[in-house]
């Protein structure tokens, strides 16, 4: 039974840009493997997952929480600005605030936008806080088989995304990982999944 170690970040499928969005069906965002240690694979082994790495997730969950919050203030920022932009045109002369309260739906239209988007703010939130508070418990999930390796070529970006199957778990990537794992051997490898995110904390070659 042999460690292999390597580090791969920002492994995203192609088109993703690192974030959650369309993916084809089964797929997860893969977005690093850890830097892992003889002490990290034997924690995993146990089924455990070993201090470092709880961290480094902790930090991982941290740092999806503080984007969706700022995206949530950016957000927030253009509604507050668009909303003022858009009242003051209707306001702005006679002719105009008379257009615009002879159809009562206007008087709840600007409104009831606002509170949606807030609400779909909120929920981001929500969600980000959900997924940070899941890494900073993780649970560890074990893959096992034989790696076949494949590419997929997106016509729309011009990226490449890089899978790899452990068996039937299927793992993509956003480089090159032939360097990482060979063609046709068996590899056993451990990982947590949070939502749609996947991380890679060690693995090793099996016979």
Not at 29 to 34: K, R
């Amino acid at each position: 039974m042999s460690i292999c170690r390597r580090t791969v970040t920002c492994a995203t499928p192609s088109g993703t840009s690192g974030s959650t969005g369309s993916l084809k069906s089964g797929w997860k965002l893969n977005l690093a493997l850890f830097d892992f240690t003889e002490e990290d694979l034997k924690s995993n082994r146990q089924g455990r997952v070993s201090a470092p790495q709880k961290e480094w997730l902790a930090g991982m969950g941290q740092g999806v929480r503080r984007m969706s919050q700022f995206n949530a203030r950016i957000g927030l920022g253009f509604l507050v600005f668009g909303s003022c932009l858009i009242f003051g045109l209707w306001m702005s002369n006679e002719d105009t605030r008379a257009a615009f309260f002879a159809n009562p739906l206007n008087v709840f239209v600007l409104p009831f936008t606002a509170l949606l988007v807030i609400g779909i703010l909120a929920l981001s939130i929500y969600f980000a806080g959900r997924l940070a508070n899941k890494l900073s418990a993780p649970q560890i999930l074990t893959a096992e088989g034989k790696i076949r390796l494949d590419e997929v070529n997106s016509g729309n970006t011009g990226g490449t995304t890089y899978l790899a199957y452990v068996g039937r778990k299927k793992f993509a990537f956003g480089k090159d990982v032939s360097g990482i794992f060979q063609e046709g051997a068996r590899y056993r490898v451990y990982y947590v999944k949070a939502g749609v995110l996947e991380f890679v904390l060690s693995y090793e070659r099996v016979t």
